[in-house]
């Protein structure tokens, strides 16, 4: 049921390669400075702050991007739907509205949605790096058979569930990744006692 008029509006509002090639790049910058704070979080853990933690390189650094461009083009693919929807909605509910009517409404929608969209994408971010940052420490650093997810309350089930479940396995974490969902603050910490000395500890390549 679109008109010429939103077919245009659309485009006008819709993000295209350019836009996601920016937000892709925002994007690996905000993972690389939650990788550090992952890193140095896990570095303190076990009894040091020598060190800052390195940022992502080589096949960290490529994982980064991989991620930063599969979560842009999803975002955007999002967006441009709910656009689309929007501009549907607005036809509907005034036929002959004109282009000054699709411009107001669609930038108080953008700024409404955004109030909270950016906010849980940040937070999804934030969650999936640092997970993946914490992953490699105990690798590099051959630590982390025993895991707990924290913080210890949950209003999700089935975060609820894994908390109950007490102490987890690494193969366990490895299947159900945290954040578990949309909002999600929980992640998984080692439990076990590990002595790594300060000067061989691995803070990235």
């Given at each position: 049921?679109?008109?010429?008029?939103?077919?245009?509006?659309?485009?006008?509002?819709t993000?295209?390669?350019?836009?996601?090639?920016?937000?892709?790049?925002?994007?690996?910058?905000q993972?690389?400075?939650?990788?550090?704070?992952?890193?140095?979080d896990?570095?303190?853990?076990?009894?040091?702050?020598?060190?800052?933690?390195?940022?992502?390189?080589?096949?960290?650094?490529?994982?980064?991007?991989?991620?930063?461009?599969?979560?842009?083009?999803?975002?955007?693919?999002?967006?441009?739907?709910?656009?689309?929807?929007?501009?549907?909605?607005?036809?509907?509910?005034?036929p002959?509205?004109?282009?000054?009517?699709?411009?107001?409404?669609?930038?108080?929608?953008?700024?409404?949605?955004?109030?909270?969209?950016?906010?849980q994408?940040?937070?999804?971010?934030?969650?999936?790096?640092?997970?993946?940052?914490?992953?490699?420490?105990?690798?590099?650093?051959?630590?982390?058979?025993?895991?707990?997810?924290?913080?210890?309350?949950?209003?999700?089930k089935?975060?609820?569930?894994?908390?109950?479940?007490?102490?987890?396995?690494r193969?366990?974490?490895?299947?159900?990744?945290?954040?578990?969902?949309?909002?999600?603050?929980?992640?998984?910490?080692?439990i076990?006692?590990?002595?790594?000395?300060?000067?061989?500890?691995w803070?990235?390549?």
């Open positions: 049921m679109a008109s010429k008029l939103t077919r245009v509006i659309a485009l006008f509002y993000m295209q390669t350019e836009d996601i090639a920016k937000l892709q790049t925002a994007l690996v910058n993972m690389t400075k939650a990788w550090r704070r992952g890193i140095e896990e570095e303190k853990q076990f009894g040091s702050q020598m060190a800052k933690a390195s940022p992502p390189r080589g096949r960290d650094l490529e994982e980064m991007k991989r991620l930063a461009k599969r979560d842009a083009e999803s975002i955007a693919k999002t967006f441009n739907r709910n656009v689309e929807n929007h501009l549907e909605r607005l036809y509907i509910g005034n002959k509205g004109n282009r000054h009517y699709y411009i107001r409404q669609m930038e108080l929608w953008i700024q409404q949605r955004n109030a909270w969209k950016n906010p994408i940040a937070l999804m971010t934030e969650g999936n790096i640092r997970g993946y940052a914490r992953s490699r420490f105990w690798e590099e650093n051959n630590v982390g058979k025993t895991f707990r997810m924290y913080p210890l309350t949950a209003t999700c089935v975060c609820t569930q894994i908390i109950a479940k007490g102490n987890l396995t193969k366990f974490i490895e299947n159900h990744p945290a954040p578990i969902h949309i909002g999600c603050i929980h992640e998984y910490r080692v076990e006692n590990a002595d790594i000395s300060c000067r061989r500890m803070v990235g390549d």
